[in-house]
């Protein structure tokens, strides 16, 4: 069978997962879970919590994803606002002391990172940088991971690896210091040679390279047993530190060979019943053992994620499905006003410390189990999300979108002072970047990718879909690239072929139109030079473009923000598919031989007016990001 068939099959699965408590709370669709845990969230941790914690770092994380995905804001709000809680004005991080060199400390530096990228604002970029300059004195094994913290001398834990090497990959990317992608992939294989059980491939939850420790084996130095939330924070920390490890470096593939034989282990530990996992793993039939559910989530969380990025072979989402099932059998409770309660949490389980943790079968049965702890919660939320990716159509599957980096080619320098490309970027957050539209393709099936040469045929033959975006002016680049007679007739016999081609210019002096329009009007469509839909200051309704009930592209979004755009001339070779109020032509389309052309004089779709931030809540340039997507796919499959 193969890879998208396999897929399908799986979604089939998940599509029978509804609670039955659900169906008796309202009679109209409940909300997905994800906005119902989401809303719990809100409601219980409504302010900063009392000192600088790695748990709900998790939750942030859990609403960063959420936020991505859907364009609420109030997710994107309540994140900042925590965090905005603990960071001052000259980012420095109140109740953190890097003096303790305590690895959990570290975690919520992806969650400023992440800010830093959207907002530009300094003071998480240097709240950042003090969490970066413990990792360069954080005490080491002779072998060269990282302690879990000086407290717990030459201990390497696998939580201490989720805590360190997300932020760590992120920031080392940002700042583009290539050298410490070594050490990040060695430390994850360091701690895989060993924690790993050669008969189960399941990872022990401590290792004491001094065998000195009470707790640790003398002649191994492993901890008693197999914790599956530690493992689960393991799992957890190979996905997300893969999301900024480059691809060219020759340990990717061994992270991810890594990541491979952890979820052989893990599909072999989950319970055939129900789907999720006890919290000793390596104890399923002893007195007392329980399923747990910060870790049942965790894996659903890092096997889903590793199927939709292809780390993973399509086979492992059964796996992911079936537990995401039981997670919800086994562990949601429903609550009223579309809120959930998560229960079945250990609240904590960790080694030595006062008093002694001797990592005993009977010291884990100790703990607490607890509902709505962040772990949890925040582990939940991610394995929502992902599953909920999972069920959204994929017209896009195993087909590319190109996006245009040669025209369209500015750039300037970073805080760092490495001069890097900028401007309707895929992976860029900030405001002008068009990361939201990506995730948009990227949950449609579509794989995004970036063209900074000129397009040829060689070059656009492996592409579905090709979009050139705001070509530049003298003033924007020194020496631009302008459109030439061979790049329109490369380009024309693709959309000839059945390519589908996107292009987005802007108001006239903001984008370069004489050679732009030589392409459009290949099509039937020219970019009058003129400036529509200006908006002074916050007058929303100024840039207000209504969509017409039976559009042909947008199903969803009924109000539009287009600001400052050029209107657009067409001959019969195109036909509009949206107008403004003056009836002037905003969008169009033309059909081309077996592919297709829809054009707008604006970029109109880059974060500041989609992500939910700046926009009032009745503009729909979100709903109308995920119509257009949901239009190309749909044109590739006519083909």
Do not use: C
């Not at 940088?129 to 407290?151: A, M, V, Y």
């Not at 979009?467 to 302008?482: A, H, L, M, R």
């Not at 292009?503 to 392409?519: K, P, R, S, W, Y």
């Amino acid at each position: 069978m193969n890879k998208s068939r396999t897929l399908i099959f799986s979604l089939l699965a998940l599509m029978g997962t509804a609670s039955s408590a659900d169906a008796q709370i309202a009679k109209t669709p409940a909300k997905p879970l994800s906005d119902q845990m989401a809303a719990t969230v809100m409601e219980i941790w409504p302010e900063r919590a009392k000192k600088w914690s790695y748990d709900h770092g998790v939750v942030q994380d859990g609403m960063d994803a959420l936020w991505k995905r859907s364009g609420n804001a109030s997710y994107f709000k309540y994140i900042q606002n925590d965090m905005d809680g603990f960071i001052s004005a000259d980012g420095i991080i109140d109740t953190y002391s890097q003096e303790h060199v305590n690895i959990d400390n570290v975690k919520n530096g992806t969650v400023l990172l992440d800010l830093y990228k959207i907002t530009g604002q300094q003071k998480y970029f240097k709240a950042a940088t003090t969490l970066w300059e413990q990792l360069k004195i954080q005490p080491r094994t002779k072998q060269g991971s990282f302690w879990h913290k000086k407290i717990y001398p030459n201990q390497v834990w696998l939580d201490g690896l989720y805590m360190g090497q997300p932020f760590y990959a992120e920031y080392a990317a940002l700042i583009g210091n290539k050298e410490a992608f070594d050490d990040i992939a060695n430390q994850f294989i360091w701690v895989e040679q060993n924690t790993r059980d050669a008969r189960t491939g399941l990872l022990y939850h401590g290792w004491d390279e001094s065998k000195t420790e009470r707790w640790a084996d003398p002649k191994t130095g492993l901890s008693p047993h197999i914790w599956a939330r530690a493992m689960g924070w393991y799992a957890m920390a190979l996905v997300e530190t893969l999301d900024n490890f480059p691809k060219t470096h020759p340990k990717r593939q061994e992270m991810i060979n890594i990541l491979n034989r952890l979820a052989a282990a893990v599909k072999n530990t989950q319970n055939n019943k129900t789907g999720v996992w006890y919290d000793i793993l390596d104890q399923p039939n002893r007195k007392g053992n329980y399923f747990e559910s910060s870790a049942s989530s965790m894996f659903v969380y890092a096997i889903a994620k590793g199927v939709r990025l292809g780390y993973l072979p399509a086979s492992y989402f059964v796996v992911a499905s079936k537990g995401y099932k039981g997670i919800q059998q086994e562990f949601i409770e429903q609550r009223a006003e579309g809120k959930i309660n998560l229960k079945g949490t250990v609240s904590v389980s960790g080694l030595g410390g006062k008093p002694y943790r001797d990592g005993s079968y009977e010291y884990y049965m100790s703990e607490k189990v607890v509902s709505n702890d962040p772990k949890g919660v925040g582990a939940f939320l991610m394995a929502a999300n992902e599953m909920e990716i999972a069920a959204l159509p994929k017209p896009g599957l195993g087909k590319t979108v190109l996006l245009d980096s040669y025209f369209n080619n500015e750039s300037r320098k970073d805080q760092s002072g490495n001069l890097v490309s900028w401007h309707y970027k895929w992976d860029e957050l900030a405001n002008g970047g068009f990361s939201m539209w990506a995730d948009q393709f990227n949950n449609a099936g579509f794989k995004t990718a970036t063209l900074k040469a000129a397009p040829t045929a060689a070059n656009l033959k492996n592409a579905s879909v090709y979009i050139i975006v705001d070509p530049d002016t003298e003033k924007e680049t020194e020496k631009p690239n302008f459109v030439a007679q061979n790049d329109i007739k490369a380009i024309a016999e693709w959309v000839k072929g059945g390519g589908i081609l996107v292009l987005m210019a802007n108001d006239t002096g903001n984008v370069e139109l004489d050679h732009f329009n030589q392409l459009a009007k290949t099509f039937g469509i020219e970019f009058n030079k003129d400036s529509k839909g200006r908006v002074v200051k916050s007058q929303f309704e100024m840039g207000k473009v209504m969509v017409p009930a039976g559009n042909e592209i947008f199903k969803t979004a009924k109000q539009l923000y287009v600001k400052e755009y050029s209107s657009l001339k067409l001959t019969t070779a195109a036909k509009a598919v949206l107008k403004d109020k003056d009836g002037d032509n905003v969008m169009a389309i033309a059909k081309y031989g077996k592919g297709a052309v829809f054009a707008i004089g604006d970029p109109w779709l880059y974060n500041e007016y989609v992500d939910g931030r700046k926009l009032p809540a009745d503009y729909q340039n979100f709903e109308a990001g995920q119509d257009l997507v949901n239009w190309i796919g749909k044109q590739l499959l006519k083909k």
